[in-house]
């Protein structure tokens, strides 16, 4: 889990990197599980309800997000209140616009 989780503080995950992660999870499990095998010799895959019974560990998106969330507040608690990344990390965006007309850039 630490190699796939190195650096995931900043990762911005899609819905199709979610899908991969999850079906990498379950494929690790699923080998660590092996297939269950019944008295006749028969085999089969295990469902991943089945895996989830078995491996009842925070799945990966999960972990990956409360690891975003825990580097989120540990930037956040670092940084000086005056600074715009702050305002725009912790959503405080009042600032008042200058009265009149803009003044030129040249």
Do not use: Q
Request: proline share 5%.
């Amino acid at each position: 889990m630490p190699g796939v989780l190195y650096g995931c503080e900043i990762w911005a995950l899609t819905l199709r990197e979610e899908r991969g992660l999850w079906v990498f999870e379950n494929r690790v499990v699923r080998r660590i599980f092996r297939p269950e095998g019944r008295g006749t010799g028969e085999w089969r895959k295990l469902h991943n309800e089945e895996l989830n019974d078995l491996y009842s560990s925070a799945n990966i998106v999960r972990v990956i997000t409360l690891r975003r969330m825990r580097w989120a507040g540990h930037v956040a608690l670092r940084m000086e209140d005056r600074r715009g990344v702050y305002k725009v990390l912790v959503g405080n965006l009042e600032v008042k616009s200058p009265l009149g007309k803009p003044k030129p850039r040249w």
